[in-house]
Every structure is written in structure tokens, then in C-alpha cells.
């Protein structure tokens, strides 16, 4: 199947786009590099270097390449600075998502894959959180998703828009042949954090260490970017035989709490790994895990490389040997 990935340059994107071609399929990219990244890429991929809302060049993307199906990567997926710039994050993640929906169905291409996120949830009320958890978003970054959830739902019951989102809880780790990975200069998350403090031997903030779990920091649920591109790929096979809408997380439903990370860290890189305690980070919950039970049952996909070890040991490899 043609699949034009957009944010298909990306961290995640990139993988996305090998593991569709390894599986026969052919993707397509469209990226305006922000983020990512054209190395990422194999040279036989078409490439369009453009924004996903641009309806002029998505119309001949359209026209040109015979796509039956479009996966999204390309949103901004910053918490801090969605509360900060909260137009940039409703123009990129769903303005323009609006409009690449609308230039999907003008051209007849009736098949969306969405990446979306725990943040839609907000304050977990019950753990392990499932679908039918509240979606009470408590950032601009969570409600931006939200929002397109909604909109596919509605345009799934209007216009016959079958579509398939993915509520990723913390994406982690880098391909397991190590030729992508997080790639972002400055990092935002936990584990590409700590690792450049190893490689700069400077010390990582804990935030918060009085958290009601067993050692006081807080616990995700980490997921390998491996296991979310299989999840997209169940979705593919998923959306060619059925129509509708759906919604699945993607987790693990096991925890890592933040000194665990740490403590892991150390243990696979055999360096120091200096860390000091500071409060807590206004928005954190002390604990997120997810129940994947449903894309279990429907999509017959359960996470086979987020264990603990190749996590960290794929994200350190691909930090101290990455290649763009
Ligand atoms: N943390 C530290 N020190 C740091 C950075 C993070 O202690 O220097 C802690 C945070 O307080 C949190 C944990 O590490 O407890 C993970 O933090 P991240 O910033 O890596 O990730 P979040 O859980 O805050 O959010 C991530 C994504 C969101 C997504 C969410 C879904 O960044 O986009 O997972 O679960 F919505």
C-alpha cells in the first residue's frame, strides 16, 4: 500500500518509513524539516519538503502519487511550550491537520492513522488508564489532540473518514539496527536528557522525590518506538479490512520510575550518573501507566521491545553513536 507519512523525517516517522517498506509497503514523505531530519531517510523514498496545511501541494502530492492511506507525525508535541504559545500548537496540530483532512477527502483518500497521546487524558483518575478513561487535557499540547480525535470521529460518521488513533504514553528508545533515534539539539524528554548529562558530565534533575510510589519519583510507562511503529502497521492492516473509528493506547502497563531510569542508566553505560533531587514539576502526576488491553484484543498488538533494558540500551547506543 502507497502511505504518505507526514512528519515521515522524524523520530518516529523515520522508523515508520522503514518498517512500511520492510513490510512491502511503499511510503511517501511529506516533512517541512522543523524537526527532522533528511538523513533519516532512505534516498528512495519521495520526499516532499513542505507543510502538511499547504492544500496546494498536497493536492498534487495526491494527484501524483496513487496514496491510499495517511499516517501523521508531524505535530508539535512540546507540553511547556504549548501553555506558552498555545496559537502555534492549535494552528500546527489541528488547523493544519483540518486542512491535510480536507485535501485527503477531496482527493478521495479515505484512510488516517493518528498519532496521539496520554496528555489527552490529563489527571489520571483510575490506573491503569483505559480508553473510556476521561480525556480532561490540562495543556494546550493535550487539548490539541484532543481536538483532532474529535474531529476524526465526526468525520468518520459525515464524510466516511476511516481512522485509527493511537494514544502513545511515553514514546522512548531508538530503532534497534540503531540508524534512527532522537534527534532533537535540545531534549526534552527524561531519557535523552540523562543520557546528554552522562555525555556532559553534568547532573540530572529529578523532579520531585516525595511522590507517593515506592522511591518517591515518578512513574511513565515507556514505551519503544519499535513496538509504536508495529501498532501503526496492525492499524494499516486493521483500516484495509474494516471501516470506522477507533481509538487505542499504546503502553506497556508496567511503570518506571524516574530514579529506576537513572539507576539504569548508570548500570548500561558503566559511567556516574550524578542526579539531585528538585521539586516537583507543576502538571506531573506522580504515577501514568496504560492498559493496552484493547489494542490487544482487536489489533493483536502487545509491545515485544519495551522492556527496561532494551529501552535504555537502544536510546544510550544511538546517543553516543547516532549518525545525524
Ligand atoms: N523528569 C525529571 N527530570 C528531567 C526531565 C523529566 O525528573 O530532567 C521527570 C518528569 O517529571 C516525569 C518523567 O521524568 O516524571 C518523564 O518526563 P518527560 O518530560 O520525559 O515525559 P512526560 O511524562 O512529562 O510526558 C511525555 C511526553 C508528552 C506525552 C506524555 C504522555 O513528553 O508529550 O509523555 O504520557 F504527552
Not at 519521495?46 to 508531524?74: C, R, W
Not at 531508538?174 to 552522562?198: F, H, W
Not at 539504569?264 to 502538571?283: C, F, H, M, N, T
Request: some cysteine; proline content about 4%; charged content about 25%.
Amino acid at each position: 500500500m502507497k502511505v504518505l507519512v507526514v512528519g515521515g523525517a522524524g523520530y518516529i516517522g523515520s522508523l515508520m518509513c522503514r518498517r512500511l517498506s520492510d513490510a512491502g509497503h511503499q511510503p511517501v514523505v511529506l516533512d517541512d524539516l522543523s524537526t527532522g531530519n533528511k538523513k533519516a531517510l532512505h534516498c528512495d523514498i519521495p520526499f516532499y519538503e513542505g507543510d502538511l496545511g499547504d492544500q496546494l501541494l498536497l493536492k498534487s502530492i495526491f494527484n501524483k502519487e496513487t496514496i491510499e492511506l495517511v499516517m501523521h507525525f508531524a505535530a508539535k508535541i512540546q507540553v511547556g511550550e504549548s501553555v506558552e504559545k498555545p496559537d502555534l500548537y492549535y494552528e500546527n496540530n489541528v488547523a493544519k491537520v483540518l486542512r491535510l483532512l480536507n485535501s485527503m477527502l477531496e482527493n478521495n483518500v479515505k484512510r488516517f492513522i493518528f498519532s496521539s497521546t496520554a496528555a489527552v487524558y490529563g489527571q489520571p483518575q483510575y490506573l491503569p488508564v483505559d480508553e473510556n478513561h476521561p480525556t480532561k487535557p490540562i495543556n494546550p499540547y493535550g487539548a490539541s489532540k484532543r481536538m483532532v480525535e474529535i474531529i476524526l470521529q465526526d468525520y468518520e460518521h459525515a464524510f466516511g473518514l476511516n481512522s485509527i488513533v493511537l494514544r502513545y504514553f511515553n514514546a522512548a528508545g531508538a530503532s534497534l539496527d540503531g540508524t534512527t533515534g532522537e534527534a532533537q539539539r535540545v531534549k526534552q524528554n527524561l531519557i535523552p536528557i540523562v543520557l546528554e548529562n552522562v555525555e556532559k558530565e553534568r547532573t540530572s534533575q529529578i523532579f520531585g522525590t516525595d511522590w507517593d510510589t515506592d522511591d518517591g519519583t515518578c512513574i511513565r510507562d515507556y514505551i519503544h518506538i519499535e513496538d509504536i511503529v508495529a501498532a501503526h502497521l496492525k492499524a494499516l492492516e486493521h483500516l484495509s479490512k474494516n471501516e470506522g473509528f477507533d481509538i487505542f493506547n499504546l503502553g506497556t502497563s508496567e511503570g518506571l520510575s524516574v530514579k529506576q531510569i537513572v539507576d539504569l542508566v548508570s548500570q548500561i553505560s558503566g559511567k556516574e550518573v550524578k542526579s539531585v533531587a528538585a521539586p516537583r514539576r507543576p502538571g506531573d502526576p506522580g504515577k501514568l501507566v496504560a492498559s493496552s488491553q484493547k489494542a490487544y484484543d482487536i489489533l493483536g498488538w502487545q509491545p515485544c521491545h519495551s522492556d527496561h533494558e532494551t529501552i535504555i540500551r537502544s536510546a544510550y547506543n544511538w546517543h553516543f553513536n547516532r549518525r545525524y
